[in-house]
């Protein structure tokens, strides 16, 4: 029993390890969207750091549901990689050209407008949990940047204004989610 436990340890340690290289990468992605200007962001060596990114996301994930549990530190961690990557990489592409600053600025309303709800409620004793239709978002959210990023659609704007939008409509949505969970939690609370 205890080799169970101590190999649940080291995954959740292992999860939280990629997590944290996630954001350890994403300064590296960001410079790399930034001296792509010429370009406007696209490059294969972008997209190549964007997919290990994507992928350590995946991965940590599945890492800790191999463990069977999550850690505190995971829990709170997984979500800041994901709001730092999404909401960097939008910035950068802002700057370079390659997106409009709406889109962008609604995405991170919404990503700070939750996190700073959720927070709220958390201090307060009521847990809003995470949806999976979050953690859908957060890859619609990274499909449409990488696509951003693929050379072959350098010149190919209305592909990437379409996803970006759609990103828009899932972060939106699953704002909303939050937003009537939240309402369902406390009423259940004070009931």
């Known amino acids: 029993m205890a080799h169970v436990k101590e190999t649940a340890a080291s995954l959740l340690q292992l999860a939280n390890l990629l997590t944290i290289i996630r954001l350890l990468l994403s300064p590296v992605l ?14 294969w060596t972008v997209f190549g750091i964007g997919l290990v990114i994507a992928a350590s996301d995946y991965l940590d994930g599945w890492v800790a549901r191999k463990a069977g549990s999550t850690s505190r530190g995971g829990a709170l961690l997984d979500p800041l990689a994901d709001k730092v990557v999404i909401l960097g990489v ?31 409620w958390l201090k307060k004793g009521i847990v809003v949990p995470a949806r999976k239709s ?8 990274g499909a449409a940047f990488l696509l951003a990023v693929l050379p072959p659609l350098e010149n190919t704007d209305w592909i990437v204004a379409t996803t970006l939008w759609l990103a828009v409509a899932f972060t939106l ?17 004070d009931a």
């Open 134 to 141: 979050a953690k859908y978002k957060t890859s619609v959210q």
């Open 90 to 120: 939008g910035y950068f592409l802002v700057i370079v050209g390659r997106y409009w600053w709406l889109p962008v600025a609604m995405i991170a309303v919404r990503e700070s407008g939750i996190t700073i709800w959720r927070t709220y």
């Open 173 to 189: 949505i699953t704002g909303f989610q939050y937003i009537l969970d939240g309402s369902t939690a406390i009423r259940n609370q």
């Open 30 to 43: 960001f410079w790399l969207v930034y001296n792509a200007e010429a370009t406007k962001g696209t490059s």
